[in-house]
T-cell receptor, first 111, second 113 residues
Framework: SQQGEEDPQALSIQEGENATMNCSYK?????LQWYRQNSGRGLVHLIL?????REKHSGRLRVTLDTSKKSSSLLITASRAADTASYFC???????????FGEGTQLTVNP | KAGVTQTPRYLIKTRGQQVTLSCSPI?????VSWYQQTPGQGLQFLFE???????NKGNFPGRFSGRQFSNSRSEMNVSTLELGDSALYLC????????????FGPGTRLTVL
């Protein structure tokens, strides 16, 4: 079963706008990772945030983690058409190396 | 550094056949994990190999098996294929140590007819 749930399931915005995707999970975690997937291809690793971190930045990406609410958010600033993809959060739970994925958010950035 | 490679990229098989997929991890990585992605079930963990030993296993039937070689390359085998095995199979490479940051290959698209 899926550990996480992404919200919204689909998001459509204009180029230049910011996109925010949320992820909720059920059990305690050590780390949470965000991935991007373009149309049935492999997953691209975006960022890993540890359970003792609250916020992390990488280029136009900002990830927050609230372990008390068991939730994370991914913010993409100044979005581009090339950001169009599905975005997944993945948690490691207590098993360390085994990732459990959410259902993903389909982001469409219109030029 | 070269990324994770998977072969073949596409495969078409018929029910009852068996298939072997291959994954070469990032140089220096000792852990390879396999995941199945389908529209209905999403991304699901199959198993993980670390230093040639299966370290973690998901909830898949015994028809799904794997192994890892001394050079960390891994193979996944599915026997007696069923229509429901049609999926994108992804392998992920990591050092195998905390924080278990995983990097994925492009996947193998398996179609079972």
């Amino acid at each position: 079963s899926q550990q996480g749930e992404e919200d919204p399931q689909a998001l459509s915005i204009q180029e230049g706008e910011n996109a925010t995707m949320n992820c909720s999970y059920k059990t305690s975690i050590n780390n949470l990772q965000w991935y991007r997937q373009n149309s049935g291809r492999g997953l691209v690793h975006l960022i890993l945030i540890r359970s003792n971190e609250r916020e992390k930045h990488s280029g136009r990406l900002r990830v927050t983690l609230d372990t008390s609410k068991k939730s994370s958010s991914l913010l993409i600033t100044a979005s581009r058409a090339a950001d169009t993809a599905s975005y997944f959060c993945a948690t490691d739970g207590t098993s360390g190396s085994r990732l459990t994925f959410g259902e993903g958010t389909q982001l469409t950035v219109n030029p | 550094k070269a990324g994770v490679t998977q072969t073949p990229r596409y495969l078409i098989k018929t029910r009852g056949q068996q298939v072997t997929l291959s994954c070469s991890p990032i140089s220096g990585h000792r852990s390879v994990s396999w995941y199945q992605q389908t529209p209905g079930q999403g991304l699901q963990f199959l198993f993980e190999y670390f230093s040639e030993t299966q370290r973690n296993k998901g909830n898949f039937p015994g028809r799904f098996s794997g192994r890892q070689f001394s050079n960390s390359r891994s193979e996944m085998n599915v026997s007696t294929l069923e229509l429901g095995d049609s999926a994108l199979y992804l392998c992920a490479s990591s050092t195998g140590q905390v924080p278990y940051e995983q990097f994925f290959g492009p996947g193998t698209r398996l179609t079972v007819l």
